[in-house]
Each structure stands twice: as structure tokens, then as C-alpha cells.
């Protein structure tokens, strides 16, 4: 059974960069032709895709934050991060790491983590 | 860039059926599929390429897709169904959610 594990500060000060890594345990991350991606949740909103990175290693991110993100994979640790620069207010939110399963328009999140709550506040 | 519409809420009686649209230009000629969301807790798919269920889902979870409106319907309703639920699809290598539907079981 996969499971995913979010970690990060819990608290980030505006204009910084946030860290966010997913552990996955249950299988290799680097194995079966999977991707891995971030969601964010707003309090008391919706799901936002931030973007995945292929089992290829290519990257893909939502074009609202394209040029704050950056998705990387660390097989060593069977990791994979998160890091949004330049953060504001609006990045408060819940990050989950999720699995996807598929590829181009069969993509779906099968696995999700339990989520962690990161605030941008001085 | 691509959008995916849901009404905001749903309300449904017990043992009736509920069912949530999405709604997108050409939706149809694309995969959607379906997660709910109960309080506090992550997403869980309930509906993926379409139709298909994954191991553990109820069979009273199911879905289409046609047109420009996918449709996940919840046949004899439960209260333990009440949740929100989101429909997501793929579009130029984006993934993209609805905003969302909270179901009510009352």
C-alpha cells in the first residue's frame, strides 16, 4: 500500500521561499511508469493543482504559478519537492503530494497525502 | 485557459439519488473523474476515466461523460456521502478542478 507524507516549517515569511517534501514509502517512486504532484487547498476553498513531474522527468506546472515553482525528485530518498519562491498571503494553504496515475488526459490522483497546513505570515 | 463548472451544492433525502455535473467545453472528448472530500480529511478518487471505479468504492458511486457535462451520480444516497466533491480533467498538459460541490444528505 503507497502512502505519502507531506513534511515542511508549518510557517513561512513573505517574500521567502517554501520547502515542501512528500515522502513516499510503499514502493519506489522511480518505478511503474508513475508521476507525482503538489495540490493546494485555500481555507475553506477548493483544490489547485500546482503541478506534477513525470516518471520521465519532465515537469508541468499551473501557468498562475509556473514562474514560482519548482518540482524535483530525489530517488536516493524516494522524495519529491516542492519549493513555491517570492511567497505572499495567498500561499497560505494545505499542500497535499498525491500520486498520478496515467498519463496526459488519463491523468488522476490515486494516492494522496494527509496534507500540511503552511502559513505565510511575519 | 481551460474550466471546469460545478454547482456549489447539492442537496439530496437518504436512499434518493444525487447526482453533481461539471461542466466544460468539450468535456466529452476528454477523461473526467471524481474525488470526494469529507472534512478534514484528503481527497479520495470515487471516479476515474469516466466511468471506472477504483477497489473499495461503493457501486452506488458512478459516472458519465457527454457533451460538454461529466456527471457523477450517487444512487441510494447515504449519510456518510455527504462530502465536497470535486470533478478534475487533463487540458494541454494541465490538470484542471472543478470548484467544487458540497453534497447535503438531509
Known amino acids: 500500500q503507497v502512502q505519502l507524507q507531506e513534511s515542511g516549517p508549518g510557517l513561512v515569511k513573505p517574500s521567502q521561499t517554501l520547502s515542501l517534501t512528500c515522502t513516499v514509502s510503499g514502493g519506489s517512486i522511480s518505478s511503474g511508469g508513475y508521476s507525482w504532484s503538489w495540490v493546494r487547498q485555500h481555507p475553506g476553498k477548493g483544490l489547485e493543482w500546482i503541478g506534477y513531474?513525470?516518471?520521465?522527468?519532465?515537469?508541468y506546472y499551473n501557468p498562475s504559478l509556473k514562474s514560482r515553482v519548482t518540482i524535483s525528485v530525489d530517488t536516493s530518498k524516494n522524495q519529491f519537492s516542492l519549493k513555491v519562491s517570492s511567497v505572499t498571503a495567498a500561499d497560505t494553504a494545505v499542500y497535499y503530494c498525491?500520486?498520478?496515475?496515467?498519463?496526459?488526459?488519463?491523468?488522476?490522483?490515486?494516492?494522496w497525502g494527509q496534507g500540511t497546513l503552511l502559513t505565510v505570515s511575519s | 485557459s481551460y474550466e471546469l463548472t460545478q454547482p456549489p451544492s447539492v442537496s439530496v433525502s437518504p436512499g434518493q439519488t444525487a447526482s453533481i455535473t461539471c461542466s466544460g467545453d468539450k468535456l466529452g472528448d476528454k477523461y473526467a473523474c471524481w474525488y470526494q472530500q469529507k472534512p478534514g480529511q484528503s481527497p479520495v478518487v470515487v471516479i476515474y476515466q469516466d466511468t471506472k471505479r477504483p477497489s473499495g468504492i461503493p457501486e452506488r458511486f458512478s459516472g458519465s461523460n457527454s457533451g460538454n457535462t461529466a456527471t457523477l451520480t450517487i444512487s441510494g444516497t447515504q449519510a456518510m456521502d455527504e462530502a465536497d466533491y470535486y470533478c478534475?480533467?487533463?487540458?494541454?498538459?494541465?490538470?484542471?478542478f472543478g470548484g467544487g460541490t458540497k453534497l447535503t444528505v438531509l
Open positions: 513531474i513525470y516518471y520521465s522527468g519532465s515537469t
Open positions: 498525491a500520486r498520478v496515475n496515467g498519463s496526459a488526459y488519463e491523468i488522476y490522483f490515486d494516492y
Open positions: 478534475q480533467a487533463w487540458d494541454s498538459s494541465t490538470v484542471v
